[in-house]
C-alpha cells in the first residue's frame, strides 16, 4: 500500500523514510527498533484544512511506516503539524523545538520519544539525500 496522500508534501518525505527502512538489512532495521522502541502517529494538515494520519511503528517487529491508523496499535507519541511545517522541519529549514515553543507543532504522549526519532531521520538523510531535523 502507497504511503502517498495527493494534496500532502509530507508523504513524499515519509516514502523516502519508508525507502530508507526497507533498504536496511534486518538486523539493521532491528537495531533502530531496539533503539527507539516506540509508535510515532502523525497528524498532518494541509493547506485545505484536511488531515492526513501516518503511524510509524519503532516498536514492534522490524519497524514500519503505516498510512493511517493501525488497529491495535497504540501510539506512544502523537504529533499535530501542518504539512508546510513538516515539511521544513524535513528540509532542515525549521528547528523542532522552536516550532514546539511557537505552538506549531502539538505533541501528545511521550515528548521525549521525538528525540529517539531525530537519529532515525538523520539516518535516512544520509542515504535519500532530504534532511531531518526534529
Given at each position: 500500500m502507497s504511503l502517498a496522500v495527493d494534496g500532502f508534501k509530507t508523504s513524499a518525505v515519509l516514502v523516502q523514510i519508508d525507502e530508507?527502512?526497507?533498504s536496511l538489512s534486518d538486523a539493521e532495521r532491528q537495531e533502530q527498533v531496539k533503539k527507539v522502541k516506540g509508535v510515532f502517529q502523525f497528524n498532518v494538515k494541509n493547506a485545505d484544512n484536511k488531515v492526513a494520519t501516518w503511524t510509524f511503528d519503532l516498536k514492534s517487529g522490524n519497524g514500519a511506516m503505516h498510512?493511517?491508523?493501525?488497529?491495535g496499535l497504540k501510539p506512544d507519541i502523537?504529533?499535530?503539524?501542518?504539512?508546510?511545517?513538516f515539511v521544513a522541519l524535513a528540509d532542515g529549514k525549521a528547528n523542532g523545538q522552536k516550532l514546539f515553543m511557537?505552538?506549531?507543532?502539538?505533541v501528545k504522549g511521550a515528548i521525549m520519544m521525538a528525540t529517539k526519532l531525530d537519529s532515525v531521520l538523520n539516518s535516512a538523510k544520509e542515504?535519500?539525500?532530504?534532511?531531518?531535523?526534529?
Open positions: 530508507h527502512l526497507k498510512k493511517g491508523t493501525v488497529a502523537t504529533i499535530d503539524v501542518k504539512d508546510d511545517d511557537a505552538g506549531k507543532i502539538k542515504k535519500t539525500g532530504f534532511k531531518a531535523k526534529l
